[in-house]
Structures are given as C-alpha cells and as structure tokens.
C-alpha cells in the first residue's frame, strides 16, 4: 500500500491493512482496499480539498465509489469520479443536492460487492432517508452504517425521513447481529458496538411513545434532541 504521508487538509486514519479512515470535519469516507479493487464509501463535504487525489495517493487498485446515503455531507466530492454507486431509492436525493456530471449506478439489497478477498453486502436500511444502505462484511464481522446508527443523536429531522421505516430497518440489522461484532458509523466513534443497534430501536419507540423530553441541541438546529440511554435522534 503507498506511503500514507500525505499534505492534503482530510485526516486519514490506517485502521488495518485493508481499512483506511479517512475524516472530514466530523464526517467520515471509508477506503477499503482488496486484491483486486478498492471501495470508497461516501465523499464526505467537498470543501477540505481534493478526496480523488487523496484516495490515489492510498491505493492503485481501480476504485469503486458508493454512497451510503444521499445527504450533503456525504456526497461532497462526488464530482470528482466519473461514477457513483447509490440505492435507487435516493437517486432523486442525490440529483436534488448535488451537481455533480457522473454516471449514477443503481445497487440494490442484497447484492455483494467483492473486492477480492472481501466481500460486502447490501442492506437497505430505510428510515435515515429511503435508500440508506448497510454494508455487511460477514468475512470481518462489520457493519458499515452511514448515518443509520451512531454513538450520537440521528439526524431525524427534515424531508425523507421515517421513524416507522427506521424501527423496521433496526429490526432487520438486530435479527443479522449474529454476523457482525463492530459498527462503522460515518459520525462520532468508531467502532461501536453492535448493541447499539438495540439501543436505537429502544429510544426509537419511547420516543414514538411520548416518552422522552426534548432538549436543546448542542449546536444550532431547526430540531429537538432526544436521548434515551446512549441513543437518540434530532427531530
């Protein structure tokens, strides 16, 4: 793998031989690196510089780039590959915030990117927006998230979102738990723990219920906080 030194204003993290983080101002693109290719999941805000010349600089392999989700913060430096992969179900989110002149490629639940020697499924996670995706590397025992769950607040707030859909979706990844030991999420720290899942969907329903109090956010939002033991959302 080439040197890791480089000058460019995005961290980069070498989280194992195969696995390289790569932060940007809160958000985070993941880079992992196969025999055969590389996949860049997410491309972060599009204002610390130049993401495509970074990742060429980690790796040679022909590069594959998916978005997790069509929200701002992830689809950034979009414009800087000729081709994207994204669900379907945010194609229209994608063209609605972003610009960018590439081939927009359709991939679906269940299909399996192979990287050569790693493989990573699809799971289409609704509820963040409608076509948020997990990707589950069974090999690894790793869930890849985006937005969908995290150690802090989910944003719940704004067009395309759904609490019924999101309960629906933490049901789905808590029946795959068995396949999986650690969480990547896009914001906050990574790894989390795969119980975290539980603790979403828990204040999920309290939340719905009524039961939960709202609180200022930290930081200026058009939304409430709400928290329930280590999970909660801004809505």
Avoid: W
Avoid at 29 to 45: K, M, Q, Y
Avoid at 84 to 90: A, M, S, T
Wanted: with cysteine; glycine share 10%.
């Amino acid at each position: 793998m080439p040197d890791l030194d480089v000058t460019l204003p995005l961290d980069v993290v070498k989280y194992d031989e195969q696995t390289l983080v790569i932060e940007d101002n809160g958000v985070r693109c993941l880079l992992f690196v196969g025999s055969e290719r590389a996949l860049l999941v997410d491309t972060g805000f599009g204002n610390a510089g130049s993401l495509k010349e970074l990742v060429l600089s980690l790796t040679d392999k022909p590069l594959m780039v998916l978005i997790s989700h069509a929200d701002p913060d992830h689809l950034g430096c979009a414009s800087e590959f000729g081709s994207i992969h994204i669900h379907p179900n945010d194609i229209d989110r994608f063209r609605g915030f972003s610009s960018a002149d590439v081939q927009i490629n359709a991939i679906g639940d269940g299909e399996v990117i192979d990287i050569g020697g790693r493989s990573f499924e699809v799971v289409l996670i609704p509820g963040h927006t409608l076509g948020s995706i997990a990707l589950l590397d069974r090999g690894n025992r790793l869930l890849v998230v985006g937005d969908s769950v995290s150690a802090g607040p989910v944003f719940m707030f704004g067009e395309g979102r759904s609490f019924d859909a999101y309960m629906a979706s933490m049901e789905r990844l808590i029946a795959l738990k068995g396949e999986f030991d650690d969480i990547f999420p896009s914001h906050g720290p990574l790894p989390i723990p795969a119980g975290q899942i539980d603790k979403a969907l828990a204040a999920a329903k309290k939340l719905l219920a009524g039961e939960l109090s709202p609180q200022e956010p930290p930081f200026p939002l058009p939304a409430k906080m709400y928290m329930h033991e280590g999970a909660g959302f801004f809505c």
